[in-house]
């Protein structure tokens, strides 16, 4: 839940492929409103890490990562 995000003791940050099934993508913009940094990967699924590893890299990158 976005509570229990926002309670976590390390920064959390959510990559969020548009395309997911799993997750819907209400739920990463619920994240977001409650000030969790969301980005939202177009055209991505739910393991966008496997999919597309550098696509990752470069959102990493993006944020100072």
Known sequence: S???VREC???VRVYH??????VPLD???KL???????TLLP???HAV????PARVLLALREAGL
Not at 49 to 52: I, K
């Open 2 to 4: 976005p509570r229990r």
């Open 9 to 11: 003791a390390v920064p």
């Open 17 to 22: 492929g548009e395309a997911d099934r799993v």
């Open 27 to 29: 739920f990463a913009k």
């Open 32 to 38: 977001r409103r409650a000030g969790v940094p969301v």
């Open 43 to 45: 055209q991505a699924g």
């Open 49 to 52: 890490h496997l999919e597309d």
